[in-house]
């Protein structure tokens, strides 16, 4: 598993995590879109906004190996912002390669492009 150097563990000040230290051995959790729907809290669209910068400043429009990202926090990302980068795509791959679609990305979360 990559090891993102460099990259936030977690959102600064909470216990959101954007990171796992270490791989899973009961076998890789697979990434899958979550639904983001209207009446999430605000701190829930901050933690996602924030990943979306740490993303977006880590690895701009290039593809990325997944690594040791969080694949709930991805999830919540995936398939919008975040898409598969490779075909055939393995969600359960710690390889995995991933894009930022930056147009929707843009779109969703304009802050974290400033």
Known sequence: MLKHRGFPGRMPGTDFQFTVRRPNPKGVTPLTRRERFADRKNVDRRV????????????????????NLDAGRLSWLFGREVVAAEDPFNPASYEALLVINVAVAQASFPDAFD
């Open 48 to 67: 996602d906004a924030t990943f979306m910068r740490a993303l977006w400043e880590q690895f701009g429009d290039q593809p990325f190996e997944r690594g």
